[in-house]
């Protein structure tokens, strides 16, 4: 039975990792830049969603819908303020790491002066509570939830991705940006959007992830960004597709190790990243490279 508990739990859970991650995946595929400040963007959405419940009233489900605006407007406006200095630079890669790790320090600085060093957490009340009977087994309300609201702003993500214009230009960007800047595509407009789409994305996570985690507080960022970026090397980097599926067994593995080994749980993330790298470096769907 806690074997059926843990799959089930996994595959609920694995759906809002594969949303966690998969602004992080985004950025990268599109720009080559690893956002260490991601998990910072995802405990914003966490503390958006607590002021917008307790300033305003309004429902966390309703909450998802008010944060995607306003983050892909930061994210837009982050990325001109960011990214167009950084270009110019010889150690690009390098560079973008040392400078998405001073974005992550500022917004947890300003994360703490503004909601203090102490986690934030929702009411109860504030989404169902009651456990929900599935299979003969009480999963937490929450889980569902999650699930629910994952699965449609995933769909709608790789609709955007792979049946609209704009998503067209950005896989043509992810394959080869000098040649889709040469066939007249605007490289800096769509990287800009795509990095808008990669904190909406991350923001939109923040709002359940405050459930998820039991609350929300200025400095979990760095645990959040190497989950998410465990999950993405195990799918394989710039893949949507690939962390989707590195989601769901991320969320499996780690329910399982909940359940039979609680107290090494913790380690899921770094073993993965380590096997990955040992096992199958290109990740679950990358295909291996020569170099000659």
């Known amino acids: 039975m806690l074997f059926e508990y843990s799959i089930v739990g996994g595959i609920l859970l694995g759906l809002f990792y594969a949303l966690m991650a998969m602004g992080l995946n985004l950025v990268f595929g599109v720009q080559k830049i690893i956002n ?12 958006a969603t607590w002021e917008l419940y307790y300033g305003l009233h309004i429902n966390p489900i309703i909450a998802v819908i008010i944060v995607i605006p306003f983050s892909i407007a930061l994210g837009y406006i982050l990325y001109y303020i960011l990214i167009p200095r950084l270009k110019t ?13 001073g974005v992550s320090e500022v917004l947890e600085a300003l994360a703490a002066l503004g909601f203090g060093n102490n986690e934030r957490s929702m009411p109860s009340g504030s989404l169902p509570a009651a456990p929900i009977q599935f299979l003969g087994q009480s999963y937490q309300s929450d889980w569902f939830i ?70 929300v507080q200025a400095s979990e960022g760095v645990s959040l960004t190497i989950i998410a970026f465990a999950i993405i090397v195990f799918g394989s980097l710039g893949n949507p597709i ?41 990740g679950l769907l990358g295909r291996r490279t020569r170099v000659v």
């Open 146 to 215: 999650a699930a629910a609201v994952a699965i449609p702003i995933l769909l709608i993500f790789f609709l955007y991705l792979y049946r609209s214009r704009l998503g067209r230009q950005t896989r043509a960007i992810m394959a080869d940006a000098d040649e889709a800047a040469s066939v007249g595509i605007n490289a800096t407009r769509v990287s800009a959007i795509t990095f808008g789409v990669g904190v909406a994305l991350a923001a939109v996570s923040g709002v359940m992830a405050i459930y998820i985690f039991s609350g």
């Open 89 to 101: 630079a010889k150690d690009f890669e390098t560079l973008s790491l040392v400078l998405f790790f």
């Open 36 to 47: 260490l400040a991601h998990g910072d963007m995802i405990m914003l959405g966490g503390f």
């Open 242 to 282: 690939g962390t989707v599926l590195a989601g769901l067994l991320f969320g499996i593995v780690y329910q399982l190790a909940q359940v039979y080994v609680p107290s090494w749980s913790n380690l899921v993330p770094y073993v993965l990243v380590l096997g990955t790298m040992l096992i199958r470096p290109q």
